[in-house]
């Protein structure tokens, strides 16, 4: 038994309560906007019927599926039937298929739920980890890509994480770019990725990525004096100008930026070369880069194809994904000073063997009034010091002491355990008097 | 891709919006009352390693856990090497062996959380269930016991399921009571199996049943005379005064019963023959009927031999569970009429193409008032018809429509959807005139 290894399985963790106080506040605030915007939320099984996930994450994320043995007769066989989530969009697509007349057409959810990935693990990458999506599925309007980025931007905003600047491009009209600078349509999506890397790798990087993909050497050199240019956005603006594709994306995209408008907390501007990796995106798509951690805590954009995957049809869709683990991480550096405590506020002291009922009453009353109250449960020792010592370490504001004697004069004792002090009052005061010691 | 069925796998269930609303109300109210009490929340992963689990639920229960296969190169072996998690209490367990010195003792915790068995699907049993667990590590006192039943308690009362009765026991009681009838000490675990079932088979199937497992003849007698009883309790009390253990027990029993006292909703009692099925008891015990259901809603009780498993030694513990399922079915039922509604309470209508920017700024100023508000985003239709009936679907209460002539005049209709009635504002007084309206 002993030599079990008692440490959560690698790449997973366990919160303990004052982590879990934090992540469980940020998910309230998260919910409680995103229902203020009209999204209502939606909750899938951890696992689905293999066929369900296999083939839609391409090659590489298949292997990276935690997939269920058999039970039973079959286990011996050593197949898997199903497998746990991966995403949060393949089961709303399947969620579509299944109850798409029962739904709201724009059916417009939200889903905060662990995904499980089998990457190897590494510092911030984790197998089990929470994924917040929302989307908006049944329009092709832009109102419905301008509204998930309002309710994204609201989000991050109320979560406190001001600073942050929200990117737009469009699909259409990164396509009219690469037309423009004369890349053949074959090289398209070649293109697309060594310019999505702009950020990481600056200007001659991308020129020397471009180069290594063939793509010909007129088009890289326009490319590259562009990037260079002072006002890329107006050398771009002109160059789309140029194109169908590239007028049409661009009309949609300044429609979408008109929508928005403005967003508190943040800034909202056109991103002339942001891609997106994902290749199943069709239109608007965005990501929200944070000032302080120039990190990407947010994205998402139009992708039709992807929810009538199991209709065999398109649905117009568009949506967007918190980074949920790195915004925790924001939100646990800027709270070091104002720790979230959620464990009691006040503990009855049990100093011996008659205060049980006494303390168990006491607790009863502090919680009738609103606060957070507990007896000391311990067993054995009667001990003031070890029960105080018990209630800092929980982070306890304040102890209830009531020997014999108070118990019989009708008085007790509450000590503040930041200040050290200790009055005695009578039982009719103390909820006033903790109500005034805890300044709420 | 058409042909795959879009039902969520035997056993698990998919969530929509009112139905998550339902059960995050709940989990709420939940998590508060635990916390009010000094219970804080744990976390762990949904999955643990294999050998956490094998052999811990016996072997009925490890054929009803699902495995997960290994990876990458591994996955031809047919091997597992981690298995979804089963129930709360060995995550429990495990998090007491890895953190034992950085948590306070006694530590208390509440975890609400899904675990997964694969058993035969069936009316009100799934694969895929939550679990709600509350427990005190670290203390052999009966005041852990008391104030986990009176937290158990509270918070059936705040969920609203008054007109429930807890049951107590104490296995060493019980254990004398059986001594008191001449059973030999080697059929005590079988008697206890008969003597549990009396809820639901009476007195008679229980002497069938005790008869059966070759329990003395005597002792059967004995046994069903007093179960005939009028006040069963007097003649099992009488019984236990004649046996050290019982006594006892019954001691440590009539302690608990005294320090919980009385509870807010309900009743509580001693059951002088509940046994509780799980072997792993080793003091109190008590479950909790609703009297609508006549189903067990809630049970727990003492059990010091299970929360050191992964350290070779007993950790004391006492705690108990709520059986969330039927707990959320009795609310369910208590609902049907106050719906839970968390979808948008004002549809603000687009019914032209430049009305969306002003759509999305007053759904943003309502939201900015404290309502849940959200513009139309379907695509294609402008029709007011089209999209009063969406706001319908949605359950929204109000709807503001302004079409060119109002938006040109600073003026905006409002529609009660409830009684159809339809009034024109001036742009200020709009959030005042939805106020009346929703009767806020």
Redesign the interface.
């Known amino acids: 038994?002993?030599t079990?290894?008692?440490?959560?399985?690698s790449g997973?963790?366990?919160?303990?309560?004052d982590?879990?106080?934090r992540?469980?506040r940020a998910f309230a605030t998260i919910?409680e906007t995103f229902?203020?915007?009209?999204f209502?939320?939606?909750?899938?099984?951890?696992?689905?019927?293999l066929?369900?996930l296999t083939g839609k994450y391409g090659e590489e994320g298949d292997?990276?599926i935690?997939?269920?043995?058999r039970?039973?007769e079959h286990?011996?066989?050593?197949?898997?039937d199903?497998a746990?989530r991966y995403d949060l969009t393949v089961p709303l697509a399947?969620?579509a298929?299944?109850?798409g007349s029962?739904?709201?057409?724009?059916f417009?959810?939200y889903q905060i739920a662990?995904v499980?990935r089998?990457d190897r693990p590494g510092k911030g990458r984790y197998r089990?980890f929470f994924q917040c999506d929302v989307d908006?599925i049944?329009?092709?309007?832009?109102?419905?890509d301008?509204?998930t980025i309002?309710a994204v931007a609201?989000v991050l905003d109320r979560l406190g994480l001001s600073g942050f600047r929200v990117q737009l491009n469009h699909r259409r009209a990164l396509a009219g770019l690469i037309e423009a600078y004369g890349v053949p349509a074959s090289l398209e999506s070649s293109t697309l990725t060594a310019l999505d890397k702009l950020d990481k790798i600056g200007p001659d990087g991308v020129a020397a990525e471009l180069t290594e993909r063939e793509i010909p050497h007129a088009a890289v050199r326009a490319l590259t004096e562009d990037l260079a240019a002072d006002d890329l956005e107006a050398v771009v603006r002109e160059r789309l100008a140029g194109t169908e594709r590239g007028r049409l994306g661009l009309e949609e995209l300044d429609?979408v930026l008109?929508?928005?408008?403005t967003v508190p907390g943040g800034q909202v501007g056109y991103a002339p070369v942001l891609a997106r990796g994902l290749s199943y995106y069709t239109g608007t798509v965005f990501e929200v880069v944070h000032e302080g951690l120039e990190a990407t805590i947010a994205a998402g954009g139009r992708y039709d194809g992807l929810i009538g995957?199991?209709?065999?049809q398109d649905v117009?869709a568009t949506g967007g994904s918190l980074g949920l683990e790195r915004i925790l991480l924001l939100l646990e550096r800027a709270e070091t000073e104002a720790r979230t405590h959620?464990?009691?506020e006040v503990?009855v002291t049990?100093l011996d063997d008659e205060a049980?009922?006494d303390?168990?009453?006491i607790?009863?009353r502090l919680?009738e009034h609103g606060?957070?109250?507990?007896?000391?449960?311990?067993?054995?020792s009667r001990k003031l010091g070890k029960q105080l010592r018990?209630a800092d370490?929980?982070g306890v504001r304040a102890a209830v002491i009531r020997g014999a004697e108070e118990r019989a004069t009708g008085r007790v004792a509450v000590k503040d355990l930041a200040s050290g002090e200790q009055v005695t009052v009578d039982d009719a005061e103390l909820t006033a008097h903790l109500d005034r010691l805890l300044g709420s």
Chains 1, 2 share one sequence.
């Open positions: 038994m002993s079990i290894d008692p440490n959560p399985p997973t963790r366990d919160f303990l309560p982590e879990v106080a992540r469980e919910r229902q203020r915007h009209g209502e939320p939606l909750d899938t099984p951890a696992f689905e019927r066929e369900v292997q990276l935690f997939k269920i043995l039970r039973g286990e011996a066989t050593g197949e898997a199903h746990l399947r969620v298929a299944r109850y029962q739904l709201p057409t724009p417009k959810r662990p499980w089998a089990e908006t049944g329009s092709d309007s832009p109102l419905a301008a509204a309002v609201d429609r008109e929508l928005i408008g995957m199991f209709q065999g117009p959620i464990g009691p503990l049990v049980g009922p303390a168990l009453a607790a009863g919680r606060l957070r109250a507990e007896p000391y449960v311990g067993g054995g018990y370490r929980r």
